[in-house]
């Protein structure tokens, strides 16, 4: 039992070696990590710019943060972006005459409020220097280490939803056009056993990827303490993937039709989610998105956040258990079908 | 141009309902996005604050819904918590005996952490209003930044099924072995690529403009600029199509390359059109990718420009290299 075991694990590894299904995933690691290293990681949003026109030297020496213009019209243009604003000083000081905040609007009054009242604090500013650090931080990560947890999380969350599930469902579907499945019917290997092989390989390939990725993005110390939480959350997924793209590979007759059905599922499935928890877009029913509460298990691990309940992982676990049942059934009706 | 084989074309076309769907999809998204309307996008790019119910006087919550969307949570740890929320920018606003005092995460952007750093002081110089003249210009075009962006990406992908269409369609034709049946058919190989980019591109082409039709207010000078762009990237993205269908052997490595060129098309101009200032080198390098020239162009109608003649010649441009390059594959490969 256990040798035919063994064999089924060779054959399907064989498989997707020669399928590229390695390679593909090589490619990905090395495209995601210079993404997250040269790109992500950097991501920041400025604070608009302060632009100053000032004639009569009236306002004094150069304000940090300020950039002094030449003429009025520099400063115009300058500020015709929707999101800089101007200080245009007349008069002999900055109390004496009428000076003026000038902008266009960005078309979000609050933000409006927000950028006259900075430009207001540069005017009045005593010291002319950037006085910042007033704010207490109670947060652990810096910009860039929340970058690169976020981006790996997502990333992550992305190759196992879609690639992954890709690479999967065209394995299957490879070999039911080899006609494997029909000479299963015939041999002497349970049904169980033709699913738990290529679900270990799937696993295990997952969670190397998972740990390859999580570590080389989020850097050693940081990367191996929160490895833990995202290998259980990346082993959830990839059960919950592979069962699915199985599913899909017993009951959609070609990897056309499948085509169809994963462009569904990569476009309207996970766009959500990313507008939800990326751009933080408030959506009242996203709760009652399986892949929601998925992501954010995924996320919290890569923040080292303990918040997935008990309620969370038994969902998990029936979903897994559910989805085995019916890809066994499954496999049955298919191997009838094709005996 | 054979008109006969363009009808075949579109009679098998008929029949595939993955391509019609492709086409399709973008339709769908741009009417969801039209549905959506409670989506609230301005929440994502004004300041959020997070305040302790009753923490602060009437006057500091009222100034601070007036700059930002305001939040109340009902203890200090439950404000702290979402602070911490590496998702949300959110600033905890807490009271300082006259004053208020802020306290942030530390991993925000750096726009928010100088806006937490000076809100105290922003506060206290809430009536200096007279010392100064406010004069706001009203904004230029759209006025909900977010939403034209992603009505925009949506256009780009429509743009971009071209591409996947051509891609597809090619590779099951290679699996279903009709590429030998062409070969001996009375049919050349510029022909059939002629086709095949009529197909993508008047496919593209349609479900762009109804796109466009759905989710843009175009102005009656916007016009001619929105359908120059939409045919030259239209055409670039056939002719993209063409290429994976060259390079890869069958549908399922197609379809990895597709999503690898889909998401080198869409991701580098959104990134860089929000990171880059438009006169910067990397601005400038961004038109490399056609999808760039095509996004910039389309960002700038959303905002009301008509001016396009840049981004048109740099498609241009990308169309006549990338067809040239095509072509001069296709000879050397029949030479050999």
């Known amino acids: 039992m256990r040798g035919s075991f063994v064999a089924l694990l060779k054959k399907d590894f064989r498989l997707c070696v020669s399928g590229g299904f390695f390679l593909l995933a090589l490619g990905s690691l090395i495209l995601y990590s210079c993404y997250i290293n040269l790109v992500y990681a950097k991501l920041d949003q400025e604070l608009f710019p302060v632009y100053r026109y000032d004639p009569g030297k009236a306002g004094g ?98 190759e196992l939803v879609a690639v992954g599930f890709l690479g999967v469902a065209s394995m299957l579907f490879k070999e039911k056009q080899m006609g494997v499945i029909r000479v299963h019917a015939i041999l002497p290997v349970s049904r169980i056993q033709f699913i738990l092989s290529k679900l270990t390989l799937l696993l295990s390939s997952d969670l190397l990827f998972a740990a390859v990725l999580t570590v080389v993005n989020l850097g050693m110390p940081e990367g191996l303490k929160a490895l833990p939480g995202v290998l259980l959350q990346a082993g959830i997924l990839s059960l919950v993937m592979a069962l699915v793209g199985f599913l899909c590979a017993e009951l959609l007759p070609d990897f056309k039709q499948f085509s169809l ?20 877009v408030e959506m009242e029913w996203m709760r009652f998105h399986p892949m929601y509460h998925l992501f954010t298990a995924m996320k919290n691990a890569y923040f080292q956040v303990l918040s997935a309940g008990g309620l969370y992982y038994g969902a998990c676990a029936a979903a897994i258990i559910l989805l085995f049942l019916a890809a066994g059934w499954g496999l049955g009706r298919e191997m009838k079908k094709e005996g | 141009m054979n008109w006969t ?57 009222d100034w601070l819904q007036t700059n930002g969307a305001v939040q109340i949570y009902d203890s200090r740890e439950e404000l702290e918590e979402a602070v911490k929320e590496p998702s949300t920018q959110t600033i905890g606003v807490l009271s300082d005996g006259e004053g208020m005092r802020t306290v942030r995460s530390g991993d925000e952007f750096h726009m928010y952490a100088v806006i937490a750093d000076r809100l105290p002081a922003l506060y206290e110089q809430r009536d200096w209003t007279s010392q100064y003249d406010l004069k706001v210009l009203p904004a230029g075009g759209g006025n909900d930044i977010m939403k034209s962006l992603l009505i925009v990406i949506i256009m780009a992908a429509a743009m971009f099924m071209g591409c996947t269409f ?17 070969e001996i058919l009375p049919m050349t190989r510029g022909q059939y690529v002629k ?36 045919v030259l990237s239209a055409f670039t993205a056939a002719l993209a199509g063409l290429f994976i269908a060259r390079f890869a052997g069958g549908l399922m490595v197609g379809i990895v390359y597709i999503k690898i060129i889909m998401i080198l098309f869409l991701a580098p101009p959104i990134l860089f059109y929000m990171l880059v200032l438009p006169d910067s080198i990397w601005y400038g390098l961004s038109y490399l990718f056609p999808s760039s020239a095509a996004f910039y162009g389309l960002m700038g109608l959303m905002e009301g420009q008509t001016d396009v003649v840049r981004e048109a010649a740099v498609l241009a441009g990308h169309g006549g290299v990338w067809l040239a390059v095509y072509i001069l594959m296709g000879k050397i490969k029949s030479g050999n």
Request: charged share 20%; proline share 2%.
């Open chain 1, 61 to 158: 020496e150069r304000i940090a943060g300020v950039t002094d213009v030449g003429s009025l019209n520099e400063l115009e243009e300058a500020c015709a972006d929707g999101y800089s604003v101007g200080l245009h000083i007349n008069g002999d000081s900055v109390f004496g005459g009428k000076t003026e905040i000038m902008m266009v609007s960005c078309g979000i009054e609050r933000l409006d409020h927000i950028r006259e009242a900075y430009a207001r604090s540069l005017l009045f500013q005593e010291d002319k220097t950037d006085a910042l650090g007033q704010a207490e931080i109670i947060g652990v990560n810096t910009r860039e280490m929340k970058n690169r947890r976020e981006m790996t999380a997502e990333v992550l969350f992305f």
């Open chain 1, 261 to 280: 059905i994963y462009l569904v599922i990569a476009v309207f499935i996970t766009t959500p989610v990313f507008l939800s928890v990326q751009a933080g």
């Open chain 2, 5 to 61: 084989g363009l009808k075949y074309q579109l009679k098998a076309l008929r029949r595939d309902k993955l391509c019609i769907l492709t086409f399709l999809l973008p339709i769908f998204a741009g009417i969801a996005v039209n549905l959506m309307g409670d989506m609230d996008f301005s929440s994502a790019a004004e300041p959020s604050f997070g305040i302790v119910r009753g923490g602060l006087t009437e006057e500091m919550e």
């Open chain 2, 166 to 182: 051509n891609a597809m369609n090619i590779l099951s034709e290679k699996e279903d072995g009709i590429e030998y049946i062409n």
């Open chain 2, 195 to 230: 086709q095949k980019i009529a197909i993508g591109f008047v496919g593209g082409v349609f479900s762009t403009v109804i796109t466009a039709l759905i989710c843009m207010r175009v102005t009656a000078a916007q016009v001619l600029p929105l359908l120059l762009l939409v």
